[in-house]
């Protein structure tokens, strides 16, 4: 199993417990591009976790396009100096929970450098997961818990965020609109 499948079954283990089954096909999917990563994703409109008719009822593929979208702020912040050892991202990880469980009771537990390249991270990744359609309570929740999964390993999860960002989206590449914006278009060319 590659770090792609690997990490991709762990944030749904996490954060999308119900996606964990299929989480490592889904996560190579999306780090391959193209039409696989297009399948994926839902059709504008369509809110993550919804139901009904054309709707797509995964989070997974939303939440690997914020981390992708996101890359740059993790990437700099999973490399930094200050992740450099097992012991220095373990005591993050700590002040980290426990400014998100204490409403800022012990932000002053990080170091101020340290505390804004996280804070950095966590409002990069939020910001794209409210993008990709997420409210802005579920985004912030998730951007906290994706951050903790990604701190319990710092280098894989490099690795894992480099793979999904490594394949960017076709420019030109997308989805017919509806036959509503066509004027009704594609219902002439679907008869016999």
Do not use: C
Request: no cysteine.
């Amino acid at each position: 199993m590659d770090v792609v499948q690997r990490w991709s079954e762990r944030i749904a283990q996490r954060v999308a417990p119900e996606e964990a089954d299929f989480a490592a096909e889904v996560g190579v999917a999306y780090a391959a591009g193209g039409q696989a990563r297009k399948e994926l994703l839902p059709r504008p409109g369509t809110q993550p976790g919804a139901f009904g008719p054309g709707a797509n009822a995964a989070d997974l593929p939303l939440i690997l396009q914020g981390l992708a979208d996101a890359a740059s702020a993790l990437l700099a912040f999973l490399r930094s100096p200050y992740l450099a050892n097992a012991l220095a991202a373990a005591g993050l990880l700590m002040a980290f929970r426990a400014d998100r469980h204490h409403e800022q009771g012990t932000a002053q537990a990080t170091p101020l450098s340290e505390r804004q390249a996280l804070e950095a991270a966590f409002g990069s990744l939020r910001d794209r997961l409210v993008s990709a359609g997420f409210t802005r309570a579920r985004a912030d929740h998730l951007a906290g818990e994706l951050l903790e999964e990604l701190l319990t390993d710092t280098a894989e999860a490099a690795q894992f965020v480099d793979a999904l960002a490594a394949v960017p989206d076709s420019g030109g590449g997308r989805r017919p609109q509806p036959a509503a914006t066509h004027g009704g278009q594609h219902r002439k060319r679907r008869r016999p």
